[in-house]
């Protein structure tokens, strides 16, 4: 059994009025990634407020070296998982790089597919620019909420100069301003700051009037969002700066499958309480009709 209050406590469904009086009233939000029926079970059970299958599947789930390859289709099927898990927090679907960058049109039909094929409460997209802020008007047109995402935005690292802080010359600062503003502008009713400095973020978050979310970008933001992998310690190599690790989840995964070999190959494994019995008589009864042993 749980020892935090939130678990397994009976809630009612996030939406969008309530993530707004959460805000209005003081309280964080807590946004966290899930990709699979386990991992949405687990968020929902811990009492987060929002659960984003995000474009970080590509890496975490899926092996890739970063979040660009992943398609619609793959991240339909991780989104379909999470939302058989659900059953409070809202649902948030990233839109993967290439599905919406072509024209106002795609985006839509991209967002559409989202709620339609995959139980999406909304969807998020990258950037705050003319065109990033052109398909966030035009998918709220045409009904689906949307989270923007500044600062830094993977999908284009490499035009960003990689996966390095953003925001800490004049310049790049008032551009990340800027950009939060266009999103906000363009109807979005949420938007992520990634890895930009505490005090940029500081000066963000009260001059927009919609809930910002920061990842690497401190505590004055209205809220947390990270990579459940991250998280939970089951991913390798060196985090992030703003990564926070809570469990050494991989470390556990690793001891209990090496366990399991060894207790295998000792034949320790399976023992008799793993085993099924037959009924007294029909072995014999079995054994009369069967072939002798070469």
């Given at each position: 059994?749980?020892?935090?209050?939130?678990?397994?406590?009976?809630?009612?469904?996030?939406?969008?009025?309530?993530?707004?009086?959460?805000?209005?009233?003081?309280?964080?939000?807590?946004?966290?990634?899930?990709?699979?029926?386990?991992?949405?079970?687990?968020?929902?059970?811990?009492?987060?407020?929002?659960?984003?299958?995000?474009?970080?599947?590509?890496?975490?789930?899926?092996?890739?070296?970063?979040?660009?390859?992943v398609t619609v289709e793959e991240m339909l099927v991780l989104a379909q998982a999470v939302r058989r898990g659900l059953t409070a927090p809202l649902l948030v679907c990233d839109l993967p790089f290439g599905s919406y960058e072509v024209s106002d049109e795609q985006a839509v039909a991209t967002a559409v597919r989202f709620v339609k094929e995959a139980g999406a409460d909304a969807v998020k997209l990258e950037g705050g620019g003319r065109m990033p802020a052109s398909r966030i008007r035009a998918i709220t047109d045409a009904g689906i909420p949307v989270?923007?995402?500044?600062?830094?935005?993977?999908?284009?690292?490499?035009?960003?100069?990689?996966?390095?802080?953003?925001?800490?010359?004049?310049?790049?600062?008032?551009?990340?301003?800027?950009?939060?503003?266009?999103?906000?502008?363009?109807?979005?009713?949420?938007?992520?700051?990634?890895?930009?400095?505490?005090?940029?973020?500081?000066?963000?978050?009260?001059?927009?009037?919609?809930?910002?979310?920061?990842?690497?970008?401190?505590?004055?933001?209205?809220?947390?969002?990270?990579?459940?992998?991250?998280?939970?310690?089951?991913?390798?190599?060196?985090?992030?700066?703003?990564?926070?690790?809570?469990?050494?989840?991989?470390?556990?995964?690793?001891?209990?499958?090496?366990?399991?070999?060894?207790?295998?190959?000792?034949?320790?494994?399976?023992?008799?309480?793993?085993?099924?019995?037959?009924?007294?008589?029909?072995?014999?009864?079995?054994?009369?009709?069967?072939?002798?042993?070469?």
């Amino acid at each position: 059994m749980s020892t935090h209050p939130a678990a397994d406590a009976p809630r009612g469904h996030v939406t969008l009025p309530s993530l707004a009086a959460s805000v209005a009233a003081g309280e964080k939000l807590v946004m966290v990634t899930a990709y699979d029926y386990p991992s949405a079970r687990a968020a929902d059970r811990a009492g987060v407020d929002v659960v984003l299958v995000g474009d970080s599947g590509a890496q975490v789930v899926l092996g890739h070296a970063s979040t660009v390859p992943v398609t619609v289709e793959e991240m339909l099927v991780l989104a379909q998982a999470v939302r058989r898990g659900l059953t409070a927090p809202l649902l948030v679907c990233d839109l993967p790089f290439g599905s919406y960058e072509v024209s106002d049109e795609q985006a839509v039909a991209t967002a559409v597919r989202f709620v339609k094929e995959a139980g999406a409460d909304a969807v998020k997209l990258e950037g705050g620019g003319r065109m990033p802020a052109s398909r966030i008007r035009a998918i709220t047109d045409a009904g689906i909420p949307v989270m923007g995402h500044v600062g830094l935005t993977p999908q284009t690292a490499v035009a960003l100069g990689g996966f390095a802080a953003q925001g800490r010359t004049v310049e790049a600062a008032t551009r990340v301003l800027r950009e939060a503003l266009a999103v906000q502008e363009a109807g979005a009713f949420s938007l992520v700051l990634e890895a930009i400095p505490s005090d940029l973020a500081a000066e963000i978050t009260p001059r927009l009037q919609i809930p910002a979310i920061g990842i690497g970008a401190g505590t004055a933001v209205d809220g947390q969002v990270l990579v459940l992998h991250d998280l939970l310690g089951l991913t390798e190599g060196r985090a992030a700066k703003f990564v926070k690790r809570y469990a050494s989840l991989l470390d556990a995964m690793v001891d209990g499958v090496a366990a399991y070999a060894d207790d295998v190959r000792s034949g320790a494994y399976p023992g008799p309480e793993h085993g099924y019995a037959m009924p007294d008589g029909v072995l014999d009864a079995v054994r009369d009709g069967f072939p002798p042993a070469p």
